[in-house]
């Protein structure tokens, strides 16, 4: 602790013996450390989103004239295995619901004498159930017909497994990256500073003494490009969430704040971490080469 304001001092001096190949060390991390936010993100959006439609999975449920009462039917399809919650729509709420959906053209619905639409069941389901629950529902004697929008949610999914494992590459990536550029910036550090380093070594200094201001820069470096990837991921997802909100506001997104907190911590956590792996093993190597 005697020693910060030395070390400091150091890392300095560092810094601009070779400044030009730090800036674009810096600048390189922010925009791999950027890149990687990004990622992310969406992949946190998608995994939100294929959540939520996943809890709000459902199948339709025809039955025909014949049921006297619906009630019962309706009661034997909340005991099958995988079900969440039913419930009946009569002709009437299934056509207020068209005409939600048509709505300036649910003028058409006006040339039927007749309402066209028929009574069913609303059937929350397991999406992981679906299969058991769709054969065990279209079994039940008094039902024409069932619905299921299983394609639209196994790909949902599809996607979101998909953008799950490439954020594990581009993790992966980006660590070894900046692992790599932070080590051999350090490296490149330590070899033009050998006479100094040589000199310390013959007055008696220890060697994490003389490795602690390389790796307090690579720390910096790293730890300061997170900053700058966190300060503009942050401008773009208040950017985005205006958009959205603006255009098309019925997409579930988690909350901003959740997002930010989020990214943020995750940013700052993983470039001080790389910061210090990445100038320890600078550190390690130069001594082997050595």
């Known amino acids: 602790m005697k020693n910060t304001f030395y070390f400091i ?7 601009r013996y070779n400044k030009l190949s730090n800036l674009f060390s810096f600048f390189g ?21 294929a959540g939520m439609l996943k809890e709000e999975a459902e199948i339709s449920a025809y039955f025909n004239k014949d049921v006297e009462n619906a009630e019962d039917l309706l009661h034997i399809i909340e005991q ?8 009946l729509v009569n002709e009437e709420e299934a056509r207020s619901r068209m005409e939600k959906i048509l709505g300036d053209e649910s003028d058409i619905l006006d040339l039927f004498e007749e309402n066209p639409f028929e009574a069913y069941f609303e059937v929350k389901i397991h999406l992981d159930k679906m299969d058991p629950v769709f054969t065990q529902i279209s079994g039940l004697k008094g039902i024409d017909y069932v619905r299921e929008n299983r394609d639209v949610l196994e790909q949902i999914e599809r996607i979101s497994k998909a953008l799950e494992v490439l ?9 070894i990256t900046t692992l790599v550029i932070i080590s051999h910036m350090i490296r490149q550090g330590i070899y033009q500073n050998h006479e100094q380093i040589k000199t310390l070594m013959l007055l008696g200094a220890p060697d994490n003494f003389i490795n602690f201001p390389y790796v307090l820069l690579g720390f910096l470096l790293t730890f300061g490009g997170g900053i700058v990837a966190t300060v503009f991921i942050n401008i773009l997802i208040h950017q985005g969430y205006s958009m ?9 997104v988690p909350p901003k704040s959740q997002l930010v907190y989020g990214l943020s911590t995750f940013l700052l956590s993983v470039s001080a971490a ?6 320890l093993f600078g550190v390690s190597t130069s001594k082997k080469k050595k």
């Open 9 to 15: 001092k150091e890392s300095i001096r560092i810094f």
């Open 80 to 87: 099958i295995d995988g079900v969440r919650y039913v419930r």
């Open 167 to 175: 954020g594990y590459l581009v993790i992966a990536a980006v660590s």
């Open 244 to 252: 959205l909100t603006g255009t098309i506001p019925f997409i579930p």
């Open 274 to 279: 790389l910061g210090i792996l990445g100038s």
């Open 29 to 49: 991390t922010a925009l791999i450390l950027f890149l990687l936010a990004l990622v992310v993100g969406v992949w946190s959006i998608s995994s939100q989103l």
